[in-house]
T-cell receptor
Framework: AQKVTQAQTEISVVEKEDVTLDCVYETRDTTYYLFWYKQPPSGELVFLIRRNSFDEQNEISGRYSWNFQKSTSSFNFTITASQVVDSAVYFC????????????FGAGTRLFVKA | GAVVSQHPSWVICKSGTSVKIECRSL??????MFWYRQFPKQSLMLMATSNEGSKATYEQGVEKDKFLINHASLTLSTLTVTSAHPEDSSFYIC?????????????FGPGTRLTVT
């Protein structure tokens, strides 16, 4: 089965706190891509990162960092020193190499950052 | 980066009418486009895959006669919600695969919010 699980439905933090959004995926494909998207209230998906299954290097981009661990099938996302503008819904997604290029989304985690 | 547009960005229609949503790739050619539906506070669910010049492939549970998809050119796919009902009110998002680059490139449109009264 191809599946993405984001167990955290909502997270609320105070500005400047660090927060980690969890993502666990399932796939039988050996080649696949993982993504994180941000969806602000406007609704438009904002692409944050893409990672292929052969690249387990962690990545940092400004206040954002991602931890990819194939051993636990996890692709977690950390925001350091959160800001109010980070408030949004964050989706983790999986695109297996087979299956016609379909992208499977997790349920999303709604992040509230309070001033 | 590549841009995908959707038109309209929002639409309100009366129950029983049909609504057409356009998805365009503005600066690349898209052999494949995808249509997603997102209900409030829920995730994106794939409705169908649209390939240029051929019939769309619908996901299980999606009525093909109700959600008509046409992908007549490499830059345009349309989704028509026929005989819309209030339960069709949702946020519809398209994405397009750029045929000119490697397989991981896919771009999402800004979405169309449909409200059926």
């Amino acid at each position: 089965a191809q599946k993405v699980t984001q167990a955290q439905t909502e997270i609320s933090v105070v500005e400047k706190e660090d927060v980690t959004l969890d993502c666990v995926y399932e796939t039988r494909d050996t080649t696949y891509y993982l993504f994180w998207y941000k969806q602000p209230p406007s609704g438009e998906l904002v692409f944050l990162i893409r990672r292929n299954s052969f690249d387990e290097q962690n990545e940092i981009s400004g206040r954002y960092s991602w931890n990819f661990q194939k051993s636990t099938s996890s692709f977690n996302f950390t925001i350091t020193a959160s800001q109010v503008v980070d408030s949004a819904v964050y989706f983790c997604a999986l695109r297996p190499n087979t299956g016609g290029f379909k992208t499977i989304f997790g349920a999303g985690t709604r992040l509230f950052v309070k001033a | 980066g590549a841009v995908v547009s959707q038109h309209p960005s929002w639409v309100i229609c009366k129950s029983g009418t049909s609504v057409k949503i356009e998805c365009r790739s503005l600066d690349f050619q898209a052999t494949t486009m995808f249509w997603y539906r997102q209900f409030p506070k829920q995730s994106l669910m794939l409705m169908a895959t649209s390939n240029e010049g051929s019939k769309a492939t619908y996901e299980q549970g999606v009525e093909k006669d109700k959600f008509l998809i046409n992908h007549a050119s490499l830059t345009l796919s349309t989704l028509t919600v026929t005989s819309a009902h209030p339960e069709d009110s949702s946020f519809y998002i398209c994405s397009a695969r750029d045929r000119g680059v490697t397989s991981y490139e896919q771009y999402f449109g800004p979405g169309t919010r449909l409200t059926v009264t």
